[in-house]
């Protein structure tokens, strides 16, 4: 046997310290495709139930939507399903390069380069082009993708207070002797949905000769008066040097990311970035079928629109009902709930009723502030959102969280 038993009783029992801490992550089977209504078996084997979804990053409905689906199809019938193989030996299809070009377009850069996803474009993309002679400066509350792919990278590392530019600041001061400066930051954080403060982070660039790169995950497609990401909303395109994104949220959800930026930042990737190279392409079916989610979304803005109507809606009519929300226009809706123990009552009690939420609580956000995160999609409707404000007010009176 190749495992020893003291291997195997290690692990065993980290497993069991983390269901003792109430720790364990369980997984709820959904037997149906992604969408506002959807149905789920949990506990698993148990009768499959019919729930109203309000944790998926599923921004725009796209994920299910019937043209993503023909497009998906239409790709796998004229492309094929896989190209084994990675881009620069085989992996290349003239749609990759369509897909490329819309979204950089579309983000209003010069060009774009494909990863499997948006973990493997930041995982790749600091190694590649900064070394010791640079600084990284990083929000504390980026994505664990971004922390990840600075470790890979061997430039100096700084951490800034979240949102605080007095401290970004500073850090841009301590490191003028380096050769370039990286700003790193997200452009919505996933667990506020607080939009990062561009104007100022593009002015501090600016003024101290840094590179400024976004992560803009949770807002391509949506956030901006055209969707085109936090840029757009803070009208500073033009401004951000990187972005990097990805295709598994509102662009249809399933796979895929990118970084965009000034051509040569993206033709050194191309020679460099390991995730790039030495990771499969993405599938031809992925390609097409995000390709009309760019499509779509320019050809009209009624989803983001609806999207943002429905975030609206909810923020005003749950806020009525007493409950405490951190505030903002983004889709991240956090109910601040304070102790993680009312928090995992809540949200199974919400599933009683039919409402699909998870609760966050420490370590993935501080000690006191657990809350349950609601996220709304342009698949919903208001029968869905009333629904859920329903539901939340009869179990927050039933937990005492309001009167
Ligand atoms: C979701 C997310 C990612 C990871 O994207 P994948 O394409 O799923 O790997 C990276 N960064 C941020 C900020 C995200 O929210």
Known sequence: MAVHTKVEQHF?????ELRKADLIKEERYIRSPQGADIAVEYPPRSAVKQVINFCANNYLGLSSHPE???????????????????RFICGTQDRHKDLEQKISEFLGMEDAILYSSCFDANGGVFEALLNEEDALISDELNHASIIDGIRLCKAERHRYKHADMADLEQQLKDTQAKRFRMIVTDGVFSMDGDVARLVEITALADR??????????????FVGKTGRGTHEHHNVMGKVDIITTTFGKALGGSAGGCVVGRKFFIDILRQRSRPYLFSNTLSPVVVGATIKALDLIQSSTELRDKLDRNARYFRRRISEAGFQIKDGFHPIVPIMLGEAGIVQAMARELYGEGIYVVGFFFPVVPK??????????????????????EAFSKVGRKLGVVK
Request: hydrophobic residues 50%; charged residues 20%.
């Open 12 to 16: 065993v029992n980290e497993l069991a």
């Open 68 to 86: 993503l689906i023909k497009a998906a199809k239409l790709a796998l019938e004229e492309r094929g399903f896989g190209l084994s193989s990675v």
């Open 208 to 221: 101290y000769n840094a590179i400024l790169f976004v992560d803009d995950s949770h807002a391509t497609g």
């Open 368 to 389: 006191g502030a657990a809350r349950i995160r609601v996220q709304l999609s342009a698949a919903h409707e208001m029968h869905h959102i009333d629904r859920a404000v």
